[in-house]
T-cell receptor
Framework: DGGITQSPKYLFRKEGQNVTLSCEQN?????MYWYRQDPGQGLRLIYY???????QKGDIAEGYSVSREKKESFPLTVTSAQKNPTAFYLC???????????FGQGTRLTVV | AQSVTQLGSHVSVSEGALVLLRCNYS??????LFWYVQYPNQGLQLLLK??????LVKGINGFEAEFKKSETSFHLTKPSAHMSDAAEYFC?????????????FGQGTELSVKP
């Protein structure tokens, strides 16, 4: 079945450590996105990419980094510079010029 | 900058009652409009969307929404609530010049359904 796979589902990180969240899609979509979800705040855009080897900052990019070396993969690194990383992270993809975004099941990151 | 406001962070209805979730957006140019549903610890699933054409849009699971340009609203309704409708609902917009995944979300409305 086609879809978006995020892993792991739950992740625990010690303060001061970088951690990478995986997002893989087999929908042959060109565009991929990372969102952060906090209770009562909806989702906010972190980074997005429309083509391989190119990506753009979203509204809350500080403390995060991404790469897009392959069309199907868009990993997100939460760095130690991110002051409040505990959140639910969602990856999405779309076909360019298509208005529907498909979402993964999310990764819940907790800093301990 | 665009923004989306969902009135009411929690809405509770009885099974079989009308569901009404409110969404207003701020934009001088009508954007694309979406409603997504999220079950606990899950991703988002698209319920329905408005891009162009008929302003009353029907989606999955019996939901529908009406785009009202004069009111800058896109309220979500369902005539008869079912227990399985209990979830969090997000209204979102995207600029017509953007791709569908670059979305601005409202803060969400949690729907509870009482037996």
């Amino acid at each position: 079945d086609g879809g978006i796979t995020q892993s792991p589902k739950y992740l625990f990180r010690k303060e001061g450590q970088n951690v990478t969240l995986s997002c893989e899609q087999n929908l042959n979509h060109d565009a991929m996105y990372w969102y952060r979800q906090d209770p009562g705040q909806g989702l906010r855009l972190i980074y997005y990419s429309h083509i391989v080897n190119d990506f753009q900052k979203g509204d809350i990019a500080e403390g995060y980094s991404v790469s897009r070396e392959k069309k199907e993969s868009f990993p997100l690194t939460v760095t130690s510079a991110q002051k409040n990383p505990t959140a639910f992270y969602l990856c999405a993809s779309t076909q360019l010029r298509n208005t529907e975004a498909f979402f993964g099941q999310g990764t819940r990151l907790t800093v301990v | 900058a665009q923004s989306v406001t969902q009135l009411g962070s929690h809405v509770s209805v009885s099974e079989g009652a009308l569901v009404l979730l409110r969404c207003n957006y701020s934009s001088s140019v009508p954007p694309y409009l979406f409603w997504y549903v999220q079950y606990p610890n899950q991703g988002l699933q698209l319920l329905l969307k408005y891009t162009t054409g008929a302003t009353l849009v029907k989606g999955i699971n019996g939901f529908e929404a009406e785009f009202k340009k004069s009111e800058t609203s896109f309220h979500l309704t369902k005539p008869s609530a079912h227990m399985s409708d209990a979830a969090e609902y997000f209204c979102a917009v995207s600029d017509k010049g953007n791709q569908g995944g670059k979305l601005i979300f409202g803060q969400g409305t949690e729907l509870s359904v009482k037996p």
